[in-house]
């Protein structure tokens, strides 16, 4: 899926190509967005930036990912769209740009706003696996790499099961934020053997990074510090030697620099 074998995550209104530049040095992967696509989700993103949120709202979200994607493409970096939608048409737009330029089309199941999950797009889809392999199905269908960005710890969502429905639906990635209920990336990897697993949350050094490597994950992603070189650096060190040399070190012996 990419390489090496760590991602920059969407931090929405933020993430676009020159954050995705910055970053590029150091990560294989760099998941722009998110953005919401249609109306209910755009309607959701203006009320969220009411109260203070930053969003990207283009007039045009599709010929904006496709523009973001143009200006990435001089950039040694994988990179991919996170995306917010209620229907269907605008993903299979939105994943048809995403494979013209070898990006990968990420569905939003993850945000918990309140106004994107009422607006039936973010966490809520967790909730409703049938419109979530829907979506899935869809963008996998106009030719997209698909991930799902899902979080643990939402009530009533058994998340290993839905990722063997993911995976079924054609995700070729499951993105999980694993919020403090990290050993559930074991239980997914489980799951979902086939599919690409980057696991996400706190990944901020050598230790943080390979409980998720020991836990199955094929990748680990930063969000919050993604900005951060210094931060980049070492985990990308540690990922480094965790797929390339296949020296797991011990964490307790070898802290980070
Ligand atoms: C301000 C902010 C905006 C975010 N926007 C998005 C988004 O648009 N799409 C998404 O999937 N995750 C979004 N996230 C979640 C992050 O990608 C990531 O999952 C989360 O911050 C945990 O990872 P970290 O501990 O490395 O920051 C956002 C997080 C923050 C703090």
């Not at 696509?37 to 930036?49: F, G, I, K, N, Q």
């Not at 239980?187 to 990074?209: H, Q």
């Amino acid at each position: 899926m990419f390489e090496p074998r760590l991602a920059a995550a969407s931090l929405s209104g933020e993430s676009d190509a020159d954050w995705a530049k910055q970053a590029a040095p150091h990560v294989g992967c760099a998941f722009l967005g998110g953005i919401a696509l249609d109306s209910a989700t755009r309607e959701a993103a203006r009320e969220m930036v009411d109260r203070e949120r930053t969003e990207f709202l283009p007039e045009d979200p599709i010929a904006f990912i496709d523009e973001q994607l143009t200006a990435l493409e001089s950039a040694d970096v994988r990179a991919a769209f996170n995306v917010r939608s209620a229907t269907l048409e605008p993903i299979a737009e939105a994943a048809a740009v995403c494979a013209d330029h070898d990006a990968i089309l990420e569905i939003n199941a993850h945000c918990r706003q309140e106004e994107m999950c009422a607006a039936g797009a973010g966490q809520s889809l967790l909730r409703d696996g049938d419109r979530l392999c829907e979506q899935v199905a869809t963008a996998a269908d106009a030719g997209a790499d698909v991930s799902v960005k899902v979080r643990t710890e939402v009530e009533g969502v058994d998340l290993p099961a839905l990722s063997a429905r993911l995976a079924d639906a054609g995700a070729d990635a499951l993105h999980v934020d694993a919020m403090d209920s990290e050993p559930v990336v074991a239980e997914v990897a489980e799951a979902a053997p086939e599919t690409f697993l980057i696991a996400n949350n706190g990944v901020r050094d050598r230790a943080t990074a390979y409980e998720y490597l020991e836990y199955g994950a094929d990748a680990v992603s930063v969000g919050r510090p993604s900005d951060n070189p210094t931060v980049l650096r070492r985990i990308r060190e540690a990922v480094d030697e965790w797929f390339t040399t296949g020296d797991r070190l011990d964490p307790e012996v070898s802290p980070d620099a």
